[in-house]
Structure formats: C-alpha cells, structure tokens
C-alpha cells in the first residue's frame, strides 16, 4: 500500500487532473480512486467493485467500469493486462515493469529496475505506438515454494 504521504500526494494530482480534464471531483470517483490506489494487486474491475462496495453500498458495478475508464483516459490509471471485463489496473502511471505469475495470476510491480527500452526506428515509424509495456511471465516466488 502507497504510504500516507505518497496516497495524498496522488489524491491532490487526482483532483486536478479531473478538473483539468472536465471531470467534476465527486465523493464516488475519489472513493473509487481511493481504493484503486491502496490495491497494489492490480485489480481488475470486479475485484475493486467488492471494495468500493463496502463503502459504497449503493455503487453499480457499470460506474466503477466506466470510473476506471474515465482514469484510464485521465491518465490515472493504466490497464496492465486482459480483455474487456478482465483487464487489471493499475494506479502507478510512471513507466514500469511487470511480472506477472503464469500461474496463480499474481501481478508485481519491478520499480527498482530503471524502465528502459528503445523502440526500434521501423517499429516507430510504422506504428508510432503512444504506449509501450513489457511485461515479464514466470512462475512467482509463492507459487515456486507451494
Ligand atoms: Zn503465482
Ligand atoms: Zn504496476
């Protein structure tokens, strides 16, 4: 979980970034970015709607969907891996690696290995791809040992 300091730090940037982007800072979207940001499990939607839930009994599942992907658009938050209904996310948007567990699903977060990658010339020229992501598969530490 990201320490006080830190969690603040990332709710002012939350605020502004939705008033920037024409989006009202309402009590449901900052308790929904509230939960996504002490979920260092990379929760996909279902996951962070049984959390939000119990301090939004009353929140659909639809909103925190499109919640997510208004922070996504905002830039707050980032899909990591998945499909549609499946897709994790994650509150960390500076640039990192991934492990993720080819077995249990875990997903970790490599943020003491600089990110570092050049885009070959004929990828960019081609593509002119506005993400990149590297994730790295394997069997995790817990997983290893059961
Ligand atoms: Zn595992
Ligand atoms: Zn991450």
Known sequence: ????????????????????GGFKVTPQRTIIYEEL??????????????R??????DISFD???RTLMTFN???LASVVAGLSATKRYDFRTEKHYHFICVRCGAIHDILDVPF???TPVSI??????????I???????????K
Do not use: Q, W
Request: charged residues 35%.
């Open 1 to 20: 979980m990201a320490d006080v300091k830190v969690k603040e730090k990332l709710i002012s940037d939350f605020k502004n970034s939705c008033r920037s």
């Open 37 to 50: 940001i002490s979920s260092e499990d990379h929760p996909n939607v279902e996951l962070l709607y049984n």
């Open 52 to 57: 939000v839930k119990k301090r939004l009994p």
């Open 63 to 65: 909103t925190v969907y």
């Open 73 to 75: 658009e905002l830039n």
């Open 116 to 118: 570092k990658f050049d």
């Open 124 to 133: 960019k020229e081609k593509y002119n791809p506005s993400n990149i992501r």
């Open 135 to 145: 994730i790295f598969e394997g069997i995790c530490t817990k997983c290893r040992l």
